[in-house]
């Protein structure tokens, strides 16, 4: 899941863990009575056809459904323990039978597709999850996981081993890395000692989206999490310093809309300014009342008779947030649907080369106000998650987009988090986002069309923003030829009719 707009996927991860409780592994009550072979058997006859146990294709997690109340294991090779996700059914089945479960602020919806299948979907993500029904809980399930620090251990190793897409990417030998150090655990490693093993392993990686989280009196603390080496941190002096430098480029003042995370203004020359600083968290209210949100903000930039000749997009201070609300802008800057991006998921644990079947995710045309013109996107390494679906979604309109600044963090896939112990949540991406060519930018991240010093030390000192006053220059550019080429365009008609006219006249 996408979901929070934060400085890191482990801060992100302890927001929702902490939101809906987290469950200490074998803690849960296995589902049902459990069978002569082990396992756990379905009773009764099912009156809900999503009544029962699901296995995600991809993703190690098994979804259980029993009256009203949905839940979910994380399952290994070798480990299976409660997840972290518990939903309640908000209303009643549609006719076809989708049904709604809400998780704290957030919501998912499945959808039954014939007796064993099933589609789940989450509010405010993008794409879907196929299950496969099981017959039973397995029986791994069944039994209370165990926690000692090398179990522990083995667990964390083997969730990234069956699900994290990028240690080639990385050139990171994670076999090498569980033999060096598996050999340093014990019966009496303790929980800080655990701590600082597990962090070892993960900072090779240089991933935004892994991380550490740890239970404190029964509260999710972010204890690590990945970045790209070196990429900028976002801080509150940072943040403030960019929004001065950038609104001092504003014909008149900034207008805020979602707690100041959305911001809309002019720039000289007839030129729209749209910051958005995050992809979530707009209001207290539903996914619903998000999108509302941020169309009140795009609506003053880009609906009414003072439209712009053209449109600034800045993500540079955007840690990402919900993928659905990222293409909504989208698609209020096109007036045809285009692919955006494919999506896939490992699905194999035994072999990192398989992906579940790309998912194509299209931007299609909002019935808002829609500006076609020319757009221009702001980046920089704190562009993190959704603020790069974003602008991946984004090189596949036309007119081409440029993009300013330079390259985003590097980080695409929705977060999975996964339950270790009582102690501890792993967060890991398990997804890639694929190009039109099949590749991503996962790593090094989107690059510019044109590279500019963004949030350096001298630009932030002088209030200088060279990323916006080159986009503007540009743009500007782009708006007189447009103007131009109208102008030639107009003239020859003008031409065309008069010479239609005068042939009339001779004839007549």
């Not at 039109?436 to 500019?452: A, C, E, F, L, Q």
Request: with cysteine; glycine share 10%.
């Amino acid at each position: 899941m996408k979901r929070r707009s934060t400085g890191s996927a482990a801060a992100a991860a302890v927001a929702l863990a902490t939101a809906v409780g987290v469950a200490a592994p074998g803690a849960a009550a296995a589902q049902g009575a459990t069978s002569p072979q082990g396992a756990t058997a379905l009773q009764g006859v099912r009156s809900n056809p999503l009544e029962g146990v699901w296995r995600t294709e991809g993703y190690g997690l098994l979804i259980t459904v029993s009256g009203n109340r949905l839940t979910t294991y994380d399952v290994t090779a070798h480990s299976c323990v409660p997840g972290w996700i518990k939903g309640t059914q908000t209303t009643a089945p549609d006719p076809d039978g989708t049904t709604r479960y809400a998780v704290d602020d957030l919501a998912l919806t499945i959808t039954p597709k014939g007796r064993n299948r099933a589609v789940e979907r989450e509010e405010g993500g993008v794409g879907s999850k196929t299950l496969t029904r099981l017959a039973a809980l397995p029986a791994l399930c069944a039994k209370p996981a165990p926690n000692d620090p090398l179990a522990v251990f083995d667990r964390f190793w083997e969730n990234f081993e069956e699900n994290y897409p990028f240690f080639a990417a990385k050139g990171v030998d994670w076999h090498a890395v569980r033999d060096e150090k598996r050999r340093t655990i014990t019966p009496t490693t303790t929980t800080d000692q655990l701590q600082a093993v597990l962090v070892d392993m993960l900072r090779p990686l240089g991933d935004a989206h892994t991380g550490l989280a740890r239970v404190v009196a029964g509260q999710a603390e972010d204890v690590f999490s990945g970045q790209r080496p070196g990429s900028t941190v976002r801080t509150e002096e940072l943040a403030a310093r960019a929004r001065q430098a950038a609104a001092a480029q504003l014909t008149g003042p900034e207008q805020e809309f979602a707690g100041g995370r959305l911001g809309t203004g002019r720039l000289p020359d007839g030129l729209g300014y749209l910051r958005v600083s995050s992809f979530n968290d707009y209001t207290d209210g539903d996914f619903r009342s998000q999108v509302d949100e941020l169309d009140r903000a795009l609506d003053t930039v880009l609906a009414g008779p003072d439209r712009p000749v053209g449109l600034v997009v800045d993500v540079r201070l955007n840690g990402g947030g919900s993928d659905a609300l990222a293409l909504h802008i989208a698609a209020r800057l096109t007036d045809r649907p285009y692919v955006a991006y494919r999506k896939v998921a490992r699905n194999d644990p035994a072999d990192p080369t398989k992906f579940t079947r790309p998912q194509p995710i299209t931007v299609r045309p909002s019935a808002g106000g829609r500006f076609t013109g020319p757009v221009a996107v702001l980046t920089s390494s704190i562009s993190t998650s959704a603020a790069e679906t974003f602008t991946q979604a984004m090189t596949g309109r036309s007119p081409r987009v440029l993009r300013v600044g330079e390259n985003t963090q590097g980080v695409f896939s929705d977060i999975m988090v996964k339950t270790l112990s009582p102690d501890f949540l792993a967060i890991l991406p398990n997804e890639k986002y694929l190009t039109r060519n099949g590749t991503t930018y996962d790593g090094p991240g989107i690059p510019p069309d044109v590279r500019t010093p963004v949030f350096t030390p001298d630009e932030l000192a002088a209030l200088r923003d060279s990323a916006l006053s080159t986009a503007r220059r540009m743009l500007t550019e782009d708006a007189q030829h447009a103007r131009g080429d109208q102008g030639a365009e107009d003239a020859q008609d003008v031409r065309g009719t008069q010479a239609d006219q005068g042939a009339r006249d001779r004839q007549d």
